[in-house]
């Protein structure tokens, strides 16, 4: 079975300043890794996924995110964030016919 | 421009009532799922349907069950509401499962009283 863990629930930072959500997966099969942003009062969307090839994936708003399978992490990085990154972050896995998500990550930026 | 669109924004049921949860895709995706989403506890998977008339159990079936007659429509029951079941719906719809990205609705916010 796989699972997802968010280490953080919330994290606060400055308009500018660079950021990163963490992300741990468990699966005992070969994984697909997505992440989510939601924003206020919105559904769901996708910012970037890991099927296969390159660990470094980029997506959209200038987001990016690594796979590291020693490490069983796929966290999500930004260089330098603005006001309307303010959201909540999902990362996901699916290892089979459904995605499990983690509890989610509320990344607040502050000018 | 891929829409998953559901019925209500906005929802107040009293204890015991029959609810009814409607979600409509327009990307002819053959699968659709419905979670419910909780402070703290990120998306949890209900129900899915990976064609009409199909369905399978997610993670937390009790007390819900869906109905998919037409292959853009997935409806989600609550045959007796309870207060446990205030939450946050959210419907999504996919290609395929595993590897394809799932598409989400709006959601529906359910207070039961």
């Known amino acids: 079975a796989q699972s997802v863990t968010q280490l953080d629930s919330q994290v606060p930072v400055f308009e500018e300043a660079p950021v990163e959500l963490r992300c741990n997966y468990s699966?005992?099969?070969?994984?697909?890794l997505f992440w989510y942003v939601q924003y206020p009062n919105q559904g769901l969307q996708l910012l970037l996924k890991?099927?296969?090839?390159?660990?470094l994936v980029k997506g959209i708003n200038g987001f990016e995110a690594e796979f590291n399978k020693s490490q069983t992490s796929f966290h999500l990085r930004k260089p330098s964030v603005h006001i309307s990154d303010t959201a909540e972050y999902f990362c996901?896995?699916?290892?089979?016919?459904?995605?499990?998500f983690g509890a989610g990550t509320i990344l607040r930026v502050k000018s | 421009d891929v829409k998953v669109t559901q019925s209500s924004r906005y929802l107040v049921k009293r204890t015991g009532e029959k609810v009814f949860l409607e979600c409509v895709q327009d990307?002819?995706?053959?699968?659709m799922f419905w979670y419910r989403q909780d402070p703290g506890l990120g998306l949890r998977l209900i129900y899915f349907?990976?064609?009409?008339?199909?369905?399978e159990k997610g993670d937390i079936p009790e007390g819900y069950s869906v109905s998919r007659e037409k292959k853009e429509r997935f409806s989600l029951i609550l045959e007796s509401a309870s207060t446990n079941q205030t939450s946050m719906y959210l419907c999504?719809?996919?290609?395929?499962?595993?590897?394809?990205?799932?598409?989400f609705g709006p959601g529906t916010r359910l207070t039961v009283t």
């Open positions: 349907s990976y064609d009409v008339k199909m369905k």
């Open positions: 890991y099927l296969s090839g390159s660990t």
């Open positions: 996901a896995v699916s290892g089979g016919n459904k995605l499990v």
């Open positions: 990307m002819d995706h053959e699968n």
């Open positions: 999504a719809s996919g290609k395929g499962l595993g590897l394809y990205e799932q598409y």
């Open positions: 699966s005992s099969v070969s994984v697909y």
